[in-house]
C-alpha cells in the first residue's frame, strides 16, 4: 500500500514570495490533515479536510495561507506572501475515518525555508 | 483545551539500557492518547495508542505506555533501548469530536549511547 506522498521535499525561498505543497493522501482516506511543525516544536495542525469539505481551518492564518481538497483527494497548500517564521515542516496526514480513532499516516513533509 | 507537555527535551541512554519518556496531559474528559516517532527526514509513525480499557497498552517495536489518570500521565517505556530507536518522540492527545484535533506535545529526542 502506497503511502503519503508530498512535494516538494525541500523548497527555498525568500521572504514575500509564494509557495504551493501537494499532498496525495492514501488511496481511500477520506480524511486529510495539513500540519505545520516549527523546528523544536511538535506538529500543529493547520485544517483538516473531510473528502473535500473543510472541517476544521481555526488555526489556519487565513491572510497569507490557502488550501483545497479538490474532487477529495489531493491536496494544495499554498502560502503567500511567505514570512520568515513560516519556515517550518509541513506535514500532510491522512486518515480512514474523522475523531481520534482513525489512525494518522503521515508523509515525509515538505520543508520549507524562507530568507 | 487540551495540552501536552513532556518534561524532557532530550534524554540519552545507552544502548541495553531501559527508557522512559514522559508525558502529561490536560483535558477534561477521558482522552484519548498516542505516542508517535519521527526518524530524521521521516513523517510520523503511530507507535501506540489508548482509548480506553487495559491501562497498559502494548506497541509496536517493543514499546509500551501506561495511562494512569490520577497523574495525568501516559509515560512511554522500553526495557531495552537498539541504536535504531534514536529518533523524536511525540505524545499526543485526540478529542471525541467531529471537529477532532490532535494535539501533540513538543517532543523528546532520544539518543542512544553505542
Known amino acids: 500500500e502506497a503511502g503519503v506522498a508530498q512535494s516538494p521535499r525541500y523548497k527555498i525561498i525568500e521572504k514575500r514570495q509564494s509557495v504551493a505543497f501537494w499532498c496525495n493522501p492514501i488511496?481511500?482516506?477520506?480524511?486529510l490533515y495539513w500540519y505545520q511543525q516549527i523546528l523544536g516544536q511538535g506538529p500543529k495542525l493547520l485544517i483538516q479536510f473531510q473528502n473535500n469539505g473543510v472541517v476544521d481551518d481555526s488555526q489556519l492564518p487565513k491572510d497569507r495561507f490557502s488550501a483545497e481538497r479538490l474532487k477529495g483527494v489531493d491536496s494544495t497548500l499554498k502560502i503567500q506572501p511567505a514570512k520568515l517564521e513560516d519556515s517550518a515542516v509541513y506535514l500532510c496526514?491522512?486518515?480512514?475515518?474523522?475523531?481520534?480513532?482513525?489512525?494518522?499516516?503521515f508523509g515525509e513533509g515538505s520543508r520549507l525555508t524562507v530568507l | 483545551a487540551q495540552s501536552v507537555t513532556q518534561p524532557d527535551i532530550h534524554i540519552t541512554v545507552s544502548e541495553g539500557a531501559s527508557l522512559e519518556l514522559r508525558c502529561n496531559y490536560s483535558y477534561g474528559a477521558t482522552p484519548y492518547l498516542f505516542w508517535y516517532v519521527q526518524s530524521p527526514g521521516q513523517g510520523l509513525q503511530l507507535l501506540l495508542k489508548y482509548f480506553s480499557g487495559d491501562t497498559l497498552v502494548q506497541g509496536i517495536k517493543g514499546f509500551e505506555a501506561e495511562f494512569k489518570r490520577s497523574q495525568s500521565s501516559f509515560n512511554l517505556r522500553k526495557p531495552s533501548v537498539h541504536w535504531s530507536d534514536a529518533a523524536e518522540y511525540f505524545c499526543?492527545?485526540?478529542?471525541?469530536?467531529?471537529?477532532?484535533?490532535?494535539?501533540f506535545g513538543p517532543g523528546t529526542r532520544l539518543s542512544v549511547l553505542p
Open positions: 499526543a492527545v485526540g478529542e471525541d469530536n467531529y471537529g477532532q484535533n490532535f494535539v
Open positions: 496526514a491522512s486518515s480512514q475515518q474523522p475523531g481520534p480513532t482513525g489512525e494518522l499516516f
Open positions: 488511496s481511500g482516506h477520506a480524511t
